[in-house]
């Protein structure tokens, strides 16, 4: 038996032909069907199209046997593709939220234990059914705001047993929930206090030796372990040099991880040009990206993915979206969803900042979190679109007048159903505790 959702109002990034990714000027446009029927058998998107074609299709010959659903008045939309998450972690930081409405920039933060290494420390202290505990409430609360694939990265371990905890959990959730989850080791994502030095001509030498202890312990371990699908690095001022980033992308191809990079959150620092070089999945975050960048992304593989959840939060310069589009280049976006810098994985939310901030058209922002996002994570052929054969992971609107409506009003939850693998998803429950 299979599901009917019928007399839909408007479906949303349909088409049999979508690319896997839209680029430039092509993003301003979106398949839609109006007065339509979807059709979902063992899993998968079965059959869609306009309710005069379902009745010939269908009715004549007495094949409706399906679970019923009435969509009148209501949308659907392919889940949400979220490829930049740090959902797994412990606690949270809303102290240094109050440092920053006092003045303390991130980086000063960072620079006194706060931000990553925070977050850090509080991952060391918490076991890790804990840390699957807090993080199931996590992902169920993403479920229930539309999003059907998500990328969680590694990153507050900073330690090999930390990273391998954290990519443990992210491996539970995996076998464990109904949203699709590619895993990331971001074993590069901020120094440990214990590398550190307040001498500046002994910087890069004491983060040279934590790069070392990426190479040669973490990414063995990891690729043994089958514990990751991505490699990222943090290359940025203050961070993880080009050198010290193109030596730990080098070492995760030879394990097989392809690389995704943080680049140009807080400098013109040279990661774009590092992820383009090394074939990099997406280059995340550019917030300072300029004409340099924007041509060496040109007629390569690699997706800007744009977090503009982070830059609101932390007042950052917005990316610039609109130039990246106009110079013909796709374009993701993410929520960035972690304890300091980007507390939300809305990403309902996260079309309005397109569209708000960036000067996204609603066009543009859908296939920026749906089709191109799912390209980020790299799972166009599988999801981020509704298309015959692709996973059936949407969801049904309220009743709403337009497509437009949906990054229009940013303050309200619009979404009614969630399917995920073609079930219906109701409240995702919270695991129990030690589960």
Known sequence: MGMLIKNISCLVQAGDHLRQKICGSEMGKLNTISDAFLMIKDGKISDYGTMKEYSERYHASGRDQNRIIDARGRFVFPSFCDPHTHMVYAGSREGEFTDRIRGLSYEEIAKRGGGILNSAKKLRETSEDELFDQSMVRVNEIIGLGTGAVEIKSGYGLTTAGELKMLRV??????SSPIEVRATFLGAHAVPEEYRTTVLKYVDKYVD???????????????SEGLADYIDVFCDRGFFTVKQTERILEAGLEYGLRAKIHANELDYSGGVQAGVKYGALSVDHLERSGDDEIEILRGTDTIPTLLPGSAFFLGLPDPPARKMIDAGLAVAM?????PGSSPSGNMKLIMSLGCIRLKMLPEEAVNAVTLNSAYAMGLSETHGSITRGKVANVFITKEIPSYEFMPFAFG???IETVILKGEIINNPPSPLKGG
């Open 412 to 414: 309200s939850n619009l």
């Open 170 to 175: 992210i491996r539970r959730i995996r076998e």
């Open 334 to 338: 993410a929520s960035d969803y972690n």
């Open 209 to 223: 030796k934590y790069v070392d202890l990426v190479i040669g312990e973490m990414i063995p371990q990891v690729a």
